[in-house]
Each structure stands twice: as structure tokens, then as C-alpha cells.
């Protein structure tokens, strides 16, 4: 059985930065596509950033490129969400997903009905 578990949410000034980590649990990490989709209050889940673990497909959404970066630490089977520069838009629930797939699925994976695993999410608060 596949978990994702999250952590490194809280609370922070405007400007600051947070990292998020996603370890995953369960099966091989790899040949996987993973993304960081979040949720504010009152609105649809949205991604935020996805890649893929076996190399490339990497995507940032508009509103967080130049501000937030994903990586990968295979060796410790977990993923990464550096967030920096945060606004107040930028609170809401984070949540990891994940899917085994190919590359080539992956490319197009922004949509958070083509994750089947997710992780319970951390909370991000930002105040101005």
C-alpha cells in the first residue's frame, strides 16, 4: 500500500520561506510522477508542481515559478517543495500525489483526477 507523508507546513511573514517534504512509503521509488497540489480555503485543489521521479516532466505552476522549486532526494525516498518569497495567496493546504507512470503521462499530469495517491497534507499559513 502506497502513503505519502507530509511535512514542514506552518505559519510565516510575507516574504518568507518554508520547505515542504513528502516521504513516500510502500513501493519502489521510481518510474513515478509526483506532484505538490494545494488547496486555500474555499477553492478547488490546484497544482502547484509536479515532476517525475525517473528524470524530467517538470512543471511549476504560473503563479509560483521563480518562487518555489521541486526536487528529489531518491536516496531518501522523498520529495521537496522549497518555497520562497511567500505571498498570502499563498496559504493553503499542500497536499503530495503521486501516480506510477511514464514520462511521457506525466508531461500532462496537472490535474489532480489523474493522482490516485495522496498523502493527508500540511498546512501553509502566510500573513501579510
Known amino acids: 500500500q502506497v502513503q505519502l507523508v507530509e511535512s514542514g507546513g506552518g505559519s510565516v511573514q510575507a516574504g518568507g520561506s518554508l520547505r515542504l517534504s513528502c516521504v513516500v512509503y510502500?513501493?519502489?521509488?521510481?518510474?513515478?510522477?509526483m506532484g505538490w497540489f494545494r488547496q486555500p480555503p474555499g477553492k478547488e485543489r490546484e497544482v502547484v508542481a509536479r515532476?517525475?521521479?525517473?528524470?524530467?516532466?517538470?512543471y511549476y505552476a504560473d503563479s509560483v515559478k521563480g518562487r518555489f522549486t521541486i526536487t528529489q532526494d531518491n536516496a531518501k525516498n522523498t520529495l521537496y517543495l522549497q518555497m520562497n518569497s511567500l505571498k498570502p495567496e499563498d496559504t493553503a493546504m499542500y497536499y503530495c500525489?503521486?501516480?506510477?507512470?511514464?514520462?511521457?503521462?506525466?508531461?500532462?499530469?496537472?490535474?489532480?483526477?489523474?493522482?490516485?495517491?495522496w498523502g493527508q497534507g500540511t498546512q501553509v499559513t502566510v500573513s501579510s
Open positions: 500525489a503521486a501516480r506510477s507512470s511514464s514520462t511521457n503521462w506525466c508531461v500532462s499530469a496537472i490535474d489532480q483526477s489523474q493522482y490516485n495517491n
Open positions: 515532476t517525475y521521479i525517473g528524470g524530467g516532466a517538470t
Open positions: 510502500g513501493y519502489t521509488y521510481s518510474w513515478y510522477c
